[in-house]
């Protein structure tokens, strides 16, 4: 050991050392909010200024940090934002938690992650611990991030950088898990720096877990989401498979539900969205491709996920199809999940634009959403009254947000397809099921 890992260590452990979160997305304001109620200083940076705004007026934009806990964060004085990374001056123990979207459907862009890392090399000071949450590819943080730190840093080496990964497994709007109680993973470079990750993460987390190194950090988070994306996906083509056979797919999962060993429950619906699931596994497919290995599940299990918003439309034109006039569909609930004011990546966006091709008039009633301005969809939200219920063809129920009425949508509409399971146990001619 040396002076200046010890040091760091001692300022980590009593709470001394100041804490740089780069982006304050869903992952880094409520992680920064978290080290601050813990007694850390924290200074926030984010290049968005709309955001950076929006926390300066106490105005929370992430649903897990409520405005109040913002607010309480900014008067403590010990949280601070800013666009500016020269900030970072101060710190010693830097936190990257900046969007890793995709080039193409299965080409990973990490073009936010090495501009943060440059931007951070330019101020950082040593000893540093920095911990990337970033969602990426296995192998990012020592075949990319390090030389980057080691090209535009030139003090920066293994005795006074303590490089972790860390991945974040924060779900939107989850009332039993938070921050505070998901379990945590980290793997360093070397095992100093996840000494000093694990030291970090246990004063705000309950239980923090050792990974062997960076690379097996990387892979568990792409593991957990391919894990979820295969599942999904397999029940989607069940579910068709099952329309064709005239089952009822939902009862067939509530009766393969009761055996009690070697069966987890995955349900229809209408696609996958979110920051994760369409993703994620798409980085592991790309670095599987780049050392010779085809993963044929990952990649069939996201043309299926991929498919269901044209399955769902397909479906909902054969129930139409008799009539004469032109069509109007009304689409409940519009966002990706149910009860989050979250609209990345939603199937039901697919939906709409695949409906709109189709010539089909289109409005979506969403408790959430007031107003739909993205990809080619311009809509305002429509309102729940009998007479508007009433001019629609079919109501699609897409996403199933707890704060809607769906009997009195079920009393006044002639034609619901119900992607969700809201009217289970109802028997009415009137309802469809996926």
């Known amino acids: 050991m040396n002076d200046s890992f010890d040091n760091l260590k001692e300022r980590i452990a009593n709470k001394t050392v100041k804490i740089a979160v780069v982006g304050l997305g869903y992952v ?97 000071r040593r000893p540093s611990l920095v911990v990337l949450e970033s969602t990426t590819y296995p192998g990012t943080t020592e075949e990319v991030i390090l030389p980057l730190f080691n090209k535009n840093c030139k003090f920066i080496n293994s005795e006074n950088l303590y490089l972790c990964f860390s991945p974040e497994r924060i779900d939107p709007g989850n009332k039993i898990y938070s921050l505070k109680n998901i379990p945590k993973i980290i793997g360093g470079i070397n095992p100093q720096a996840t000494e000093l990750g694990l030291l970090l993460y246990r004063s705000i987390i309950k239980k923090v877990l050792p990974a062997s190194c960076a690379r097996t950090a990387e892979f568990v988070k792409l593991l957990e989401n391919t894990f979820r994306l295969v599942n999904i996906g397999l029940v989607y083509e069940l579910t068709m498979m099952s329309y064709k056979m005239n089952i009822d797919i939902w009862e067939a999962i509530k009766l393969a539900s009761t055996k009690p060993f070697g069966f987890m429950p995955f349900f229809p619906g209408p696609g996958v969205g979110g920051h994760c699931i369409p993703k994620d596994p798409l980085y592991l497919y790309w670095k599987a491709k780049k050392i010779g290995f085809d993963s044929k599940f990952i990649r069939l299990a996201s043309k299926i996920t991929s498919y269901m918003p044209y399955y769902i439309v397909e479906r909902v034109v054969n129930l139409l199809k008799n009539k004469k006039k032109k069509w109007e569909v009304l689409i409940i609930g519009v966002t990706y999940k149910k009860d989050v004011k979250d609209l990345r990546k939603s199937p039901v966006l697919d939906i709409i634009e695949i409906l709109q091709k ?77």
Do not use: M, W
């Open 358 to 434: 189709n010539d089909i008039k289109v409005a979506y009633y969403d408790p959430l959403i007031p107003y739909l301005k993205i990809n080619n969809i311009n809509l305002k939200a429509s309102e729940l009254k009998k007479e508007i219920l009433n001019k629609f063809d079919c109501v699609i129920i897409a996403t199933d947000h707890s704060n809607i009425d769906y009997k009195f949508i079920l009393d006044n509409s002639s034609l619901i397809f119900d992607t969700r399971n809201v009217y289970r146990g109802i028997d009415d001619r009137r309802i469809v099921r996926l």
């Open 28 to 124: 880094g304001l409520p992680l920064a909010i978290r080290f601050v109620e813990e007694g850390f200083s924290v200074y926030g940076i984010d290049l968005d200024k709309d955001r950076i705004e929006s926390i300066k007026r106490e105005h929370s934009y992430i649903t897990d940090v409520s405005d109040e806990n913002l607010g309480a964060s900014l008067k403590s004085g010990r949280f601070k934002v800013s666009r500016d990374f020269r900030i970072i001056r101060d710190t010693q123990v830097i936190i990257i938690c900046v969007p890793t979207p995709l080039k193409r459907k299965y080409s990973p862009d990490i073009s936010y992650i090495k501009e943060a890392v440059v931007s951070i090399a330019k101020n950082i």
